[in-house]
């Protein structure tokens, strides 16, 4: 927590928290990947895994709600296995590894990852069988790469570290919004 009072993984996800109750339905992820620029099949796919994923993990003992919210005060209970270990287990980020990221896997370009590199770094993080956890693992990070690669087909350190507290989403919301207007 910080002076926000937020963690940094409850900053991460309350982008698509559209109306700021606290809550997160699936129309408000579906808006939320639209308002980045993602297409409506992504946009629809991704919310219907995500909620079906995670929302019972948000609301421990309550019936499973057929609407699937996800409860921001508690996502820290959807980290999943396999990552990178950037959040700790009560969603602060942990610069060491961030950092150890590119330590580790940037071998061409020290602030960039390749295509190739990403996928070494996600074949390094699996931990064994943990099946949801590489696909949890490796959905975030394709989507973030087809989202934010540069025209070399690299993955810029500073685009990865503005993934984490959520402050990406914003820039490409405003980003997004202004080429609407200008179409
Ligand atoms: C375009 C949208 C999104 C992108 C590109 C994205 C990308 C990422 C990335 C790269 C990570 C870090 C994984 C790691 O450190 O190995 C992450 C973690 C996480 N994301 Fe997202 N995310 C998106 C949307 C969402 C949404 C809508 C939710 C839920 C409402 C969400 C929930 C989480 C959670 C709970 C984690 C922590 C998982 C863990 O580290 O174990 N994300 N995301
Ligand atoms: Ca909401």
Known sequence: QNSSGLSVLQKHVSFFDRNHDGIIYPKETFEGFRAIGCGVAL?????????????????????????????????????HGSDSGVYDSEGGFVASKFEEIFSKHAKQHPNALTSDELKEMLTANREPKDFKGW???????????????????????????????????????KEHSKTKNNK
């Open 135 to 173: 696909l949890a693992a490796e959905s975030e990070w394709k989507i973030l790469y087809d989202l934010c690669k540069d025209k070399e087909g690299l993955l810029q350190k500073d685009i990865v570290y503005s993934v984490y507290d959520g402050s990406l989403f914003e820039r490409l919301e």
């Open 43 to 79: 946009s629809t796919t991704a919310s219907a895994f995500i909620h079906a994923g995670l929302s019972q993990k948000t609301r421990p003992g309550k019936a499973p709600s057929p609407l699937l919210p996800i409860e921001i005060v508690n996502i820290k209970l959807s980290i």
